[in-house]
């Protein structure tokens, strides 16, 4: 397990090819913060409304530059970075896993999600960083009068990622666990049809592992996660859809 985990550890800590992907983000960032500043000039054409950062109030528009800087060439790459590694990183990992048959989803695992419960939680909190830089720029979206070209990118580039991010980040896992559900279902399907009424460990163990069956997910996410990850979905989308063209 640790010789799989090891180059992606690397790559995470910018060891290697990866700062070059750092680098890449933060001259993205410096683009940004460059288009701000030619946007704030002169505001009324871009927001078409005035804005306290526009360049004839110096001192908004010396502060929110400096604030802008170091949220976006500094704060931000460094987090994106981290994000996308990540999420790449523990798809890699998963696709490897599962082929080399490392790790084995059971039906009677106590946490009702065949084991699997840890990495919807996971994804989750993966997914969520991203959400809340989407409701930044929603809000600006709201805040001025036009919606400029900027911003609408932004979304319509967030709500992709956030919607590939949860399909795809621990959809390795996800898949072995519905083949795990079928070929449990297929056992049982077997067991049924053999069993001996006057053997009870036999039939012991086929009730309790029905019973799982029944119960428990056969994915990684519990409700609550389902419900969050529904959301993180759907929400973007609506709301990017709504704002555009309602």
Request: glycine content about 6%.
């Amino acid at each position: 397990m640790e010789r799989i985990l090891v180059p992606y550890l690397k790559f995470l800590e910018m060891d290697g090819s990866s700062k070059y992907l750092y680098f890449l983000i933060v001259s993205f960032g410096a683009l940004c913060w460059i288009n701000n500043i030619r946007q704030t000039i002169d505001p009324e054409p871009t927001y078409g409304n005035d804005v306290f950062d526009s360049a004839q109030y110096v001192w908004g528009f010396i502060a929110n530059k400096m604030n802008l800087f170091s949220s976006w060439v500094v704060v931000y790459p460094l987090v994106g970075f981290e994000l996308v590694v990540m999420s790449v990183s523990i798809r890699l990992i998963l696709i490897k896993i599962t082929d080399d048959d490392i790790v084995a989803p059971n039906v009677l695992h106590p946490d009702g999600c065949y084991g699997m419960l840890n990495l919807g939680s996971l994804n989750v909190s993966l997914i969520f960083p991203y959400f809340l830089s989407y409701c930044v720029v929603f809000a600006l979206l709201i805040t001025h009068e036009n919606q400029y070209f900027s911003v609408i990118a932004a979304m319509i580039g967030l709500s992709i990622v956030m919607v590939s991010v949860s399909f795809l980040t621990i959809g390795p896992i996800a898949k072995l666990g519905g083949k795990i559900r079928d070929e449990t279902y297929q056992r049982l399907q077997k067991t049924n049809k053999r069993y001996n009424g006057n053997n009870r460990n036999p039939r012991t163990r086929f009730a309790l592992e029905l019973i799982c069956y029944l119960n428990a997910r056969p994915t990684p996410y519990s409700k609550w996660a389902q419900t969050s990850i529904n959301f993180f979905r759907i929400a973007p989308a609506a709301l990017t859809a709504y704002k555009l063209f309602v």
